[in-house]
T-cell receptor, first 115, second 112 residues
């Protein structure tokens, strides 16, 4: 999907283990986002990045950390996974425009199950 | 960023126009209206966006009221493949704010 890939696509892990999801882009877009999606909640923003080493919290950031050491990669880490973090995680990228328009392109998603 | 209100679900007959409403009564003058859709289990897909004027592309038309407090996404000839959750969001990326949030959207079901 437009030069954005997520890995792994599926993961099953146990409570208390660390998990890292990777979002990789080949578009050289400045902005990157991590969302989670759960039944009844729609898409909720976890963290986003507006440049290398520049990140900020979203609506549901507790229990998650992110890192962006280079433009193309945005990592989402669950330091100690809990069952409430079972979800589908979507990464998105955006070029951003000074005019105010900001179109997101989403990845295919990563399904995480925490037992 | 302004919040939006959408009906949780709508039905439409195949071949008919689907008109999806969105209320954004607290929108500010420099906020854009965006529409995305998400087909089951896939990543959301951008459809269209606008600021003040009506917009049309190969997927849909966007009608924004003159006071900009509401908008309608129109799929002119809905097909079964248009069954999806449609999200309306308003956003202004002026300055350093790029925090884009989604609501729960409208589940559009296109029936044969």
């Amino acid at each position: 999907d437009a030069g954005i890939t997520q890995s792994p696509r599926h993961k099953v892990t146990e409570t208390g283990t660390p998990v890292t999801l990777r979002c990789h882009q080949t578009e050289n877009h400045r902005y990157m986002y991590w969302y989670r999606q759960d039944p009844g909640h729609g898409l909720r923003l976890i963290h986003y990045s507006y440049g290398v080493k520049d990140t900020d919290k979203g609506e549901v950031s507790d229990g998650y950390s992110v890192s962006r050491s280079k433009t193309e990669d945005f990592l989402l880490t669950l330091e100690s996974a809990t069952s409430s973090q079972t979800s589908v995680y979507f990464c998105a990228i955006s070029e951003g425009q000074a005019s105010g328009a900001n179109v997101l392109t989403f990845g295919a998603g990563s399904r995480l199950t925490v037992l | 960023d302004a919040k939006t209100t959408q009906p949780p679900s709508m039905d439409c007959a195949e071949g008919r126009a689907a008109n999806l409403p969105c209320n954004h009564s607290t929108i500010s003058g420099n906020e854009y209206v965006y529409w995305y859709r998400q087909i089951h289990s896939q990543g959301p897909q951008y459809i269209i966006h606008g600021l003040k004027n009506n917009e049309t592309n190969e997927m849909a038309s966007l009608i924004i009221t003159e006071d900009r407090k509401s908008s309608t996404l129109i799929l002119p000839h809905a097909t079964l493949r248009d069954t999806a959750v449609y999200y309306c969001i308003v956003f202004n990326s002026g300055g350093s704010n790029y925090k884009l949030t989604f609501g729960k959207g409208t589940l559009l079901t296109v029936n044969p």
